[in-house]
């Protein structure tokens, strides 16, 4: 902790300061950091002065697991992997298309037929 001086005349206020604090494994277990701080002073009498306690808490949240699906290929050489499903389903349109593709056709040739 560092502070800016020692020693506070009556009603003064002092900030204070801590170094930033590196999240660990087990503050991820507890689901929280929790920091307290606790002031202590001597009056001019020597004589303890009664002291303060603060303690706040902040949530930790797990960091997500990395997404299992594959990517696309990084480098050259690499394998291709799968792309992302984006949830259009091409495979009815392609259908219809299949069936309109038939049917004019077969338009066209019934109409051939009629001119010969």
């Known amino acids: 902790m560092t502070c800016p001086g020692t020693v506070l ?10 170094p930033p604090h590196t999240v660990t494994a087990a ?3 507890a689901g929280r950091v929790r920091n307290v ?11 303890p002065v009664p ?11 797990p960091a997500l697991p990395p ?6 290929a990084t480098g050259p050489g690499e394998p291709p992997h799968r792309l992302p499903d984006t949830g259009v389903d091409a495979g009815r349109q392609l259908a219809l298309a299949g069936l309109l593709l038939i ?10 037929r009629r001119r010969a």
């Open 9 to 18: 005349a009556p009603g003064q206020a002092m900030t204070c300061t801590v």
């Open 37 to 47: 701080a606790t002031t202590t002073g001597t009056g001019p009498d020597g004589k």
């Open 67 to 72: 997404d299992p699906r594959p990517g696309p």
């Open 27 to 29: 503050d991820v277990t």
């Open 51 to 61: 002291g303060g306690e603060a303690t706040a808490g902040v949530p930790v949240v």
């Open 103 to 112: 049917a004019g056709l077969a338009l066209y040739l019934a109409g051939r």
